[in-house]
């Protein structure tokens, strides 16, 4: 055996500081790699949620746009059956003052 000194002594506390340098490197990295893993899974559920809100906010929006839509077409229809009756008062007319003519 060695007593520690010597060449054989050196390179064998060279190895276990070098062992323990490994086993250290080994811990940080787990740790590491959990943090990493933890939050890339809180980064993946603030997108779903971000996500989530999003489409709320669209459908939103498409409710707005329906009823906009709504109101727009019946607005048309009542501006499209003013006109017809405008139309048709002034064909009444037109009808009127020939037979009038005629008579």
Do not use: H
């Not at 080994?26 to 980064?43: H, M, P, Q, T, Y």
């Not at 727009?72 to 037109?94: C, M, N, P, Q």
């Amino acid at each position: 055996m060695t007593d520690g000194s010597g060449p054989a002594g050196a390179l064998e506390a060279a190895i276990l500081r070098l062992d323990q340098a490994v086993a250290q490197l080994d811990l940080r990295i787990g740790a590491l790699s959990a943090k990493a893993e933890g939050a890339n899974g809180g980064l993946f559920d603030a997108d779903r949620a971000q996500l989530a809100a999003d489409l709320d906010a669209a459908r939103g929006r498409e409710r707005d746009l329906e009823e906009a839509g709504l109101q727009a077409s019946a607005a048309l229809g009542r501006a499209i059956a003013d006109i017809r009756a405008a139309l048709g008062e002034d064909e009444e007319a037109e009808d009127i003052e020939p037979q009038a003519a005629e008579a």
